[in-house]
Nanobody
């Protein structure tokens, strides 16, 4: 069964850190472009960070604060979030898109991140 399972969300104070994890089962991350998206209440889902075998990219709003990484041996993608701000509050989703096969696209169920004092 193909599944993406996020974990690591929670409540953190401004300036704090969290590390999100996304574990894949039923397929290998190495054949996919993986990324983290987020959706705040009343807003559209937006791309936060993306990683492939050739490198990574970030939304301007998180550059220098967030780091995406992948451990193919564990079939897991991480998002290290530092210097968190209240505007980072959102549900964070993991996404995997097959590099060669069009239309093969998976989403996790999401994990809530709340930044508040």
């Amino acid at each position: 069964q193909v599944q993406l399972a996020e974990s690591g969300g929670g409540l953190v104070q401004p300036g704090g850190s969290l590390r999100l994890s996304c574990a894949a089962s039923g397929f290998a991350f190495s054949n996919y472009r993986t990324g983290w998206y987020r959706q705040a209440p009343g807003k559209e889902r937006e791309l936060v960070a993306r990683i492939t075998t050739t490198g990574s990219s970030y939304a301007d709003s998180v550059k220098g604060r967030f780091t995406i990484s992948a451990d193919n041996a564990k079939n897991t993608v991480y998002l290290q979030m530092n210097s968190l701000k209240p505007e980072d509050t959102a549900v964070y989703y993991c996404n995997a898109v097959h590099l060669l096969v069009i239309g093969v696209d998976y989403w996790g169920q999401g994990t809530q991140v709340t930044v508040s004092s």
